[in-house]
C-alpha cells in the first residue's frame, strides 16, 4: 500500500492542524493504521494507532487528550486532529500501515510509509 501524509504547516502554540494520509494500492480496510513523529535528533516516536475497523485506538502518554486519530475505510484516509499544540510537538510526521500483529508503537512493526509531513509549533 502506498502512503501520502499531507496536513503539516506552522502554527502557534495552543493552535490546531489535521493531518491526513491518503492510501492506495490495496485494502485499505485490512491494515492498522498509526502515526508516528520525528523530531531533530531524535528517534522516531509513537503519537497513535487505530485499528482497521476505528473501534479501538491506543496514544502516547504526551498526547493523549489532544490529539485524536480517525479514519475513514471508505475513502481510505487516515487522520490525526491536533489540538493545543506545544513547540515539543514540532516533528515531521509518518503515517503508517502493518497487517501482522505485535506491539503497535514499534515502528519495526509496521510494513509501510509515507513520506511524512513538517509540523512545526512556535511560541
Known amino acids: 500500500v502506498q502512503l501520502q501524509a499531507y496536513g503539516g504547516g506552522l502554527v502557534q502554540a495552543g493552535g490546531s492542524l489535521r493531518l491526513s494520509c491518503a492510501a492506495s494500492?490495496?485494502?485499505?480496510?485490512?491494515?492498522?493504521m498509526a502515526w508516528f513523529r520525528q523530531a531533530p535528533g531524535k528517534e522516531r516516536e509513537f503519537v497513535a494507532a487505530?485499528?482497521?475497523?476505528?473501534?479501538?485506538?491506543y496514544y502516547a502518554d504526551s498526547v493523549k487528550g489532544r490529539f485524536t486519530i480517525s479514519r475513514d475505510n471508505a475513502k481510505s484516509t487516515l487522520f490525526l486532529q491536533m489540538n493545543s499544540l506545544k513547540p515539543e510537538d514540532t516533528a515531521i510526521y509518518y503515517c503508517?500501515?502493518?497487517?501482522?500483529?505485535?506491539?503497535?508503537?514499534?515502528?519495526?512493526?509496521?510494513?509501510?510509509w509515507g513520506q511524512g509531513t513538517q509540523v512545526t509549533v512556535s511560541s
Open positions: 503508517a500501515a502493518r497487517s501482522g500483529s505485535g506491539t503497535y508503537y514499534r515502528p519495526g512493526n509496521y510494513d509501510y
Open positions: 494500492g490495496r485494502t485499505f480496510s485490512n491494515y492498522v
Open positions: 487505530i485499528s482497521w475497523s476505528g473501534v479501538i485506538t
